[in-house]
T-cell receptor, first 114, second 111 residues
C-alpha cells in the first residue's frame, strides 16, 4: 500500500473487554512502532519491532498490553480487560530501519472505553 | 515525566509572517530531533529533522534551530501559508526509534 494503514479507525468498547488494534506498515519497512496519544498530551512510545522481534517493550504501560508482528508485516496491539484510562488514539508508524529514518505514521485508531 | 515540552499550546499568525514554534527537552542524551505536522484525522507526517552535530537545518520555508546547551529547539516557518494550519509536534530521542513527543502546538494561519 501507499502508506501505513490502521484498523479500525474508531473502537468503542466496554470496560473489561479485550480489544485488538491492527497496523499494516508500508511494504518493505522493517521497523514498526506503536504510540499512544491521550487527550491533550504528546505521543507516548509503547513498543518497537525490528522485523518480527520487539527489542524494546519498555513503553507498554502494563501486562494487559501486548503486541506481536508476523511476516515482518502486520502488527496487532492487544489490550486485555480494558480500563477507562486506556482511552486514547493509538498510532502506528514504520520506517525502513537503520538510523535516522523518519517514521511514517498511520491515521490512528481512536479507542474509547466506556 | 515529560521529557519534551511544547509550552505554547497554540499560535495564531498572519499569512505571510513568520511562525516560530518552540520546544524544550530535558534529556542530555537526546541526539536526534524532529518536527512533525498533523492534520485532523490523519497521522503525523515528518517535516524536518536535525541531528546534534548541527545547529541549523533548512528545507524550503522550514528551518529548525538547535541549541544543545539550552536543550532547546525551534521551528521557523516563513512565510506562513494557510495550508500550514495544523498541529506541530516536536520529537526527540537518543536514536530514531525511541522518540519522546511534545504535546503539540496548534498553528492557525489567518488570511
Amino acid at each position: 500500500g501507499a502508506g501505513v494503514s490502521q484498523s479500525p479507525s474508531n473502537k468503542v468498547t466496554e470496560k473489561g473487554k479485550d480489544v485488538e488494534l491492527r497496523c499494516d506498515p508500508i511494504s518493505g519497512h522493517t521497523a514498526l512502532y506503536w504510540y499512544r496519544q491521550r487527550l491533550g498530551q504528546g505521543l507516548e512510545f509503547l513498543i518497537y519491532f525490528q522485523g518480527n522481534s520487539a527489542p524494546d517493550k519498555s513503553g507498554l504501560p502494563s501486562d494487559r498490553f501486548s503486541a506481536e508482528r508476523t511476516g515482518e508485516s502486520v502488527s496487532t496491539l492487544t489490550i486485555q480487560r480494558t480500563q477507562q484510562e486506556d482511552s486514547a488514539v493509538y498510532l502506528c508508524a514504520s520506517t525502513r530501519g537503520g538510523s535516522y529514518n523518519e517514521q511514517f505514521f498511520g491515521p490512528g485508531t481512536r479507542l474509547t472505553v466506556l | 515525566d515529560q521529557q519534551v515540552k511544547q509550552n505554547s499550546p497554540s499560535l495564531s499568525v498572519q499569512e505571510g509572517r513568520i511562525s516560530i514554534l518552540n520546544c524544550d527537552y530535558t534529556n542530555s542524551m537526546f541526539d536526534y530531533f524532529l518536527w512533525y505536522k498533523k492534520y485532523p484525522a490523519e497521522g503525523p507526517t515528518f517535516l524536518i529533522s536535525i541531528s546534534s552535530i548541527k545547529d541549523k537545518n533548512e528545507d524550503g520555508r522550514f528551518t529548525v534551530f538547535l541549541n544543545k546547551s539550552a536543550k532547546h529547539l525551534s521551528l521557523h516557518i516563513v512565510p506562513s501559508q494557510p495550508g500550514d494550519s495544523a498541529v506541530y509536534f516536536c520529537a526527540a530521542g537518543p536514536n530514531d526509534y525511541k522518540l519522546s513527543f511534545g504535546a503539540g502546538t496548534t498553528v492557525t494561519v489567518r488570511a
